[in-house]
């Protein structure tokens, strides 16, 4: 479990190709507080430390990680995101974040307002149904709260404070980030989808009947 608080940025030291899956060796400080075995978020998708000297670390993204994720794609140099998981007893300052990659999500736009960078990604399709306004999502590993929603995009504001903690106002049109629902908003979709089959009323887009769970008292 993680909370979207990124802890450093790490830099991608070398990455080679391993079978279908890759293998990623990382500098980072942090490396000196892991072991072998160890979870860390890299972008938000959890990987198991394979390696680790005081400088650097090693994971090894397999096939279907490499497929649902932008880590197939680093290269030598890459800045990346990281995020220990986190100590049992520690505080919780973000939200919750399993390091489970729903999708790959792209910017679409990066406005400077003064106080925030308001920056707009668009998600898969399917995904935006489980985002809100005021609504919790990570984006590359980072805990977002969500500004509006127009169909499939999403805005959120980026702070001074994440935007120095982070490479999220340097991003360019087109980048590609790591996304990860709300938990929550998925484990209430499959309850009530167990109590309400789908229908024509509200099944094409969330895959629930809308008008029965009127019904239900919903």
Do not use: W
């Amino acid at each position: 479990m993680f909370t979207g608080l990124v802890e450093e940025i790490g830099r991608i030291e070398r990455s080679k190709r391993r079978g279908a899956g890759v293998e990623l060796v990382i500098e980072a400080s942090l490396a000196a507080h892991l072991a072998v075995g160890d979870s860390i978020a890299i972008d938000g998708a959890c990987q198991t430390a394979t390696a680790v000297q005081r400088d650097r670390f090693t994971v090894f993204a397999m096939r279907e990680s490499c497929a649902r994720t932008t880590l197939g794609s680093l290269r030598g140099g890459d800045p990346v995101h990281l995020e220990r998981a986190m100590a049992a007893g520690g505080r919780f300052g973000g939200h919750f974040v399993q390091g489970h990659v729903d999708g790959v999500a792209s910017v679409v736009a990066s406005v400077d307002r003064g106080d925030s960078v308001l920056l707009t990604v668009e998600l898969p399709a399917g995904l935006e149904r489980y985002v809100i306004p005021q609504g919790s999502i990570t984006l590359a590993g980072v805990s977002l709260t969500v500004v509006e929603t127009a169909g499939p995009r999403v805005a959120v504001a980026v702070i001074p404070q994440t935007g120095s903690d982070t490479r999220l106002t340097r991003l360019t049109v087109g980048a590609r980030l790591n996304l990860e629902v709300d938990l929550v908003a998925r484990y209430i979709e499959r309850l009530l989808a167990a109590h309400v089959p789908a229908g024509s009323s509200g099944g094409k887009k969330t895959g629930l009947d809308l008008q029965k769970l009127r019904e239900a008292g919903f």
